[in-house]
Structure formats: C-alpha cells, structure tokens
C-alpha cells in the first residue's frame, strides 16, 4: 500500500518532443504528489508538485496532470531540450497534520532528450 | 543550491567499520530526513528528525542510528559496515514536521569494500 510504482524505467526522445512519466499509488490518504530532478551527481531537486485537489498543475515547460479516481499522476515535459536529460522521480507523501510527510519514491526513470 | 550540506562527499572505508555523515539543513528547517540510494532498492526513506526529536523510522537497519542536536545538524552513524551498504546518502530538510517541500543535500557517496 505504500508502493508508488512508476513507469517508464526509460525514455528516449528527440529535442521539442513531450516524454511523459507516469506513476500509480495505492494509499488513497497520500496527499501530497511531488517530481524530483536529478542528475548524476547530485542529489534530487524538487521540480514541481501536486495536491489531489487539483487535476492539472503547471509550471513553465513541467505539467503534472492528476487523476484522483484512478491513482494515477504523469507528468509531461512541453518542448523538452537535450538539458533535461536527467533521472526523474514521482513520489507521494501523507503531509497533513500528525503525519511525518516522508517521501516514498518512484522507482525512477531515466530520460535522454537527443539533439 | 539547495541550502542543505553533507559532509564528507565520498567515503571509502572497509567492512565492519564505523562512519558518521552529516547534514546541515536549510536554515530555520527544524525536520531532517534521511535517505538511502542505492541502485537496487532506489531512494528509500530511514529515518527522520524533528527539533531534535526522532518523529519515523523507515527501513533503517538496526546497525544504523541517526540523531539531531541542539544546532540542528544532524548525523547518520552506520556501523558494523557491510559491502551492501554502499550507497548514496541524502538527507532531506523541510521547516515543519511534515511540511511537504523537502530539499535535498547534495548526498554523501559511501563505498565499502
């Protein structure tokens, strides 16, 4: 119940196309749905984040779209350059009052954008 | 820049050592998380901190003990080390005790030969 399961493991696309990752949980008290960027090297940095409230959350060429009844969460990546080659991370966590907002982690997927 | 540091970068030592990493939030955080990397299990939450205080425990093996002081730094003390706990080791700080937004240390890389 506290798996989030994502996929795809990798993803190859050429330069301005849209990759899309997509991720499902279980834990219907998850209420917090964050995407982490990294690169080799360096730790995760937070990217962009989604509450359950919401269906659709964007932020400049990042969109998490949200499907509630469904458990499920993508995000798409809008006219993706060869810079956004990196590992990317969904993750869900209970942040609500009480509880610890740990982060339970994505398997990860690797993406390479091609020139 | 996240804000957040760990020390020492990268560590190498043997089996059945002892070894500490340690972590400076960002400051005014009061909540540390500690995560494993490695590349069979992925990033998996250990354990964490609030004002000093330990709040959840993850898969965090009984060898492994972490605590936060008065500064709020914190520090991860593995032990009786072993080949399989060669990892990454990232911690995480946030302002709250489960405020969502966490960012990431730049990670301790730890090899055990």
């Known amino acids: 119940q506290q798996q989030v399961k994502q996929s795809p493991q990798s993803l190859i696309v050429q330069k301005g196309g849209i990759p899309i990752i997509n991720c499902a949980y279980e834990n219907t008290a998850f209420d917090y749905f964050p995407w982490y960027q990294q690169f080799p090297g360096k730790g995760p940095a937070l990217l962009i984040a989604i509450r359950p409230d919401v269906s659709e959350k964007k932020e400049g060429r990042f969109t998490i779209s949200f499907n509630k009844s469904a458990k499920q969460f993508s995000l798409h990546i809008m006219d993706s350059q060869p810079g956004d080659s990196a590992t990317y991370f969904c993750a869900a966590s209970i942040g609500s009052s009480g509880n610890t907002g740990k982060l339970i982690f994505g398997q990860g997927t690797t993406l390479q954008v091609k020139p | 820049d996240s804000g957040v540091t760990q020390t020492p970068k990268h560590l190498i030592t043997a089996t059945g050592q002892r070894v500490t990493l340690r972590c400076s939030p960002r400051?005014?955080?009061?909540?540390v998380y500690w995560y494993q990397q490695s590349l069979d299990q992925g990033l998996q939450f250990l354990i964490q901190?609030?004002?000093?205080?330990?709040?959840a425990k993850g898969n965090i093996l009984e060898r492994f003990s972490a605590q936060q002081f008065p500064d709020l730094h914190s520090e991860l003390n593995l032990s009786s080390l072993e080949l399989g706990d060669s990892a990454l080791y990232f911690c995480?700080?946030?302002?709250?005790?489960?405020?969502?937004?966490?960012?990431f240390g730049p990670g301790t890389r730890l090899t055990v030969l």
């Open positions: 400051s005014g955080d009061l909540s």
């Open positions: 995480a700080s946030t302002e709250g005790s489960s405020y969502n937004e966490q960012f």
């Open positions: 901190y609030y004002n000093g205080e330990e709040r």
